[in-house]
Nanobody, 126 residues
């Protein structure tokens, strides 16, 4: 059974930092695309960042570019999201996701990801 478990969320002040982790179990994702999405109350789920775990190539939403960094540790089967210079508008539930097929293309569409974590709350106070 595949599981993605996020951790590292919490409360931060504007300008602060948090590091999210997503530990995968049940299969290896070293040849897959993994991503972070977020969803604020009343809003659609949006792509934050994604990474090709076999190459390290990544992409970011314009709203987080230069502030967030996605990375992976294929040995630990874990993906990270380092969030710096946090803003109140970053407040949301953050979800980790993984695509099922190996060596796929990076997508910003939630429907292109098969596996999802339960989400972790990030709250940024002004």
């Amino acid at each position: 059974q595949v599981q993605l478990v996020e951790s590292g969320g919490g409360l931060a002040q504007a300008g602060g930092s948090l590091r999210l982790s997503c530990a995968a179990s049940g299969r290896s994702f070293g040849r897959n695309v993994m991503a972070w999405f977020r969803q604020a109350p009343g809003k659609d789920r949006e792509s934050v960042a994604a990474i090709m775990c076999w190459s390290g190539a990544s992409t970011y939403a314009d709203s987080v570019k230069g502030r967030f960094t996605i990375s992976r540790d294929n040995v630990k089967n874990t993906v990270y999201l380092q969030m710096n210079s946090l803003k109140p508008e970053d407040t949301a539930v953050y979800y980790c996701a993984a695509a099922s097929a190996p060596f796929g293309t990076i997508s910003r569409r939630p429907q292109d990801y098969t596996y999802w974590g339960q989400g972790t709350q990030v709250t940024v106070s002004s």
